[in-house]
T-cell receptor
Framework: GQNIDQPTEMTATEGAIVQINCTYQ??????LFWYQQHAGEAPTFLSY????GLEEKGRFSSFLSRSKGYSYLLLKELQMKDSASYLC????????????FGAGTTVTVRA | DAGITQSPRHKVTETGTPVTLRCHQT?????MYWYRQDPGHGLRLIHY???????DKGEVSDGYSVSRSKTEDFLLTLESATSSQTSVYFC???????????FGNGTRLTVT
């Protein structure tokens, strides 16, 4: 599979901001997705980036730099319910649609 | 809710037995996927389908087979289960190009 790297764990305080980084190999890049997964549940889609720049959706934003092979997911005004695993997934190639997933970053929000 | 149902939700089986997991969708989407999720590895693609009777292998397909005889059902079979196949299995569908995957609720399989 493709190397997609993200930190294993992060801890932050309620109301704070947390930034989850994701790096990937740039060859064949064709889009990046972020998913949220609560313990024991299915992953749910958060955001999609294919062009450079920032995409904002309420408290969540995702940034992409294609030349650097780098993305981040920014979670603002953290709430207890944001405690979850956040998965970075990259699509490589254009002829088929296979997503390669990072191992996920577990975010713990503390009161 | 993307109308995806996985069955069973939990299963315990013995080494060497065949096991079939079912993924059912209600919206006639063309693309369906089977992933497994293990600690430290993230989600890994087992097999996927791009139409009835059209399937292809993913990165961890050894020991698994799939079938899709109807648009709505995508079956994953472990021909002879091994302990290394203990995992959580997720089915996913995709609606169109560049759209995100939508996942079912998963099947937790334990091979003893």
């Amino acid at each position: 599979g493709q190397n997609i790297d993200q930190p294993t764990e992060m801890t932050a305080t309620e109301g704070a901001i947390v930034q989850i980084n994701c790096t990937y190999q740039t060859s064949g890049f064709n889009g990046l997705f972020w998913y949220q997964q609560h313990a024991g549940e299915a992953p749910t889609f958060l955001s999609y980036n294919v062009l450079d720049g920032l995409e904002e959706k309420g408290r969540f934003s995702s940034f992409l730099s294609r030349s650097k092979g780098y993305s981040y997911l920014l979670l603002k005004e953290l709430q207890m319910k944001d405690s979850a695993s956040y998965l970075c997934a990259v699509r490589f190639g254009s002829n088929d649609y296979k997503l390669s997933f990072g191992a996920g970053t577990t975010v713990t929000v503390r009161a | 809710d993307a109308g995806i149902t996985q069955s069973p939700r939990h299963k315990v089986t013995e080494t060497g037995t065949p096991v079939t997991l079912r993924c059912h969708q209600t919206e006639n989407h063309r693309y369906m996927y089977w992933y497994r999720q293990d600690p430290g590895h993230g989600l890994r693609l087992i097999h996927y389908s791009y139409g009835v009777k059209d399937t292809d292998k993913g990165e961890v397909s050894d020991g698994y087979s799939v079938s899709r005889s109807k648009t709505e059902d995508f079956l994953l079979t472990l021909e002879s289960a091994t302990s290394s196949q203990t995992s959580v299995y997720f089915c996913a569908i995709r609606t169109e190009d560049n759209s995100p995957l939508h996942f079912g609720n998963g099947t937790r399989l334990t091979v003893t």
